[in-house]
């Protein structure tokens, strides 16, 4: 079965890092276009970030040079790094599986929440 | 950024009844070479992550019932859901991956008047 689980969400405070991870079963990371959606409390879905199969990965605008995504083949997880946090980057933070290079997304994770606030 | 703008915010409806959701994305998701539109839709109910409903405009996933269906072609788009159910309540987005920054319209929510 395909299922992402994401992990490592919790609160931070303004300028603070955290990692977020998600862990991958039934397909391998390494093999797929993955990316990063997050939803604000209450608010609509907002594209983060993309990699692809060749480590390539681009990003929005507003987390570019703070944000980095990357994988752990030998665990088959994804992972975003997120530095210089902000309280607008508080929100759901969701997985996901691209269908292949200019694919839209079959496969969610359950999510994880971050919150930033002192 | 592709800019995607749906319509209605919301709509309440009675059982039994259509909705109709637009979605008009700000330049055409029309790959020519391969005539197809690249553009979801997906359902979000509370508490939960986004289900993936339809891709390439109007190809449903599977599992998806049939009352669900898209429409449209270019720049604007429509997702109607037939015969309406109390488990349809929840938000739609539509999202174009046309371009590697993948953007989703704000939400639509459906409500059961």
């Known amino acids: 079965e395909v299922q992402l689980v994401e992990s490592g969400g919790g609160l931070v405070q303004p300028g603070g890092s955290l990692r977020l991870s998600c862990a991958a079963s039934?397909?391998?990371?390494?093999?797929?276009?993955m990316s990063w959606v997050r939803q604000a409390p209450g608010k609509g879905l907002d594209w983060v970030s993309i990699l692809y199969t060749t480590g390539t990965t681009y990003y929005t605008d507003s987390v570019k040079g703070r944000f980095t995504v990357s994988r752990d083949d030998s665990k088959n997880t994804l992972h975003l790094q997120m530095n210089s946090l902000r309280v607008e980057d508080t929100a759901t933070y969701y997985c996901?599986?691209?269908?292949?290079?200019?694919?839209?997304?079959?496969?969610w994770g359950q999510g994880t929440l971050v919150t930033v606030s002192s | 950024d592709i800019v995607m703008t749906q319509s209605p915010d919301s709509l309440a409806l009675s059982l039994g009844e259509r909705a109709t959701i637009n979605c008009r994305t700000g330049q055409s998701v029309l790959y020519r070479s391969s005539k197809k539109n690249y553009l979801a839709w997906y359902q979000q109910k509370p508490g939960q992550p986004p289900k993936l409903l339809l891709h390439w405009a109007s190809t449903r996933e599977s599992g998806v019932p049939d009352r669900f269906s898209g429409s449209g072609s270019g720049t604007d788009f429509t997702l109607t859901i037939n015969n309406l159910q109390a488990e349809d309540v929840a938000v739609y987005y539509c999202q174009q991956y046309y371009t590697i920054s993948r953007t989703f319209g704000q939400g639509t929510r459906v409500e059961i008047k």
């Open positions: 039934g397909f391998t990371v390494s093999g797929s276009y």
């Open positions: 996901a599986r691209g269908r292949d290079l200019y694919g839209d997304y079959p496969t």
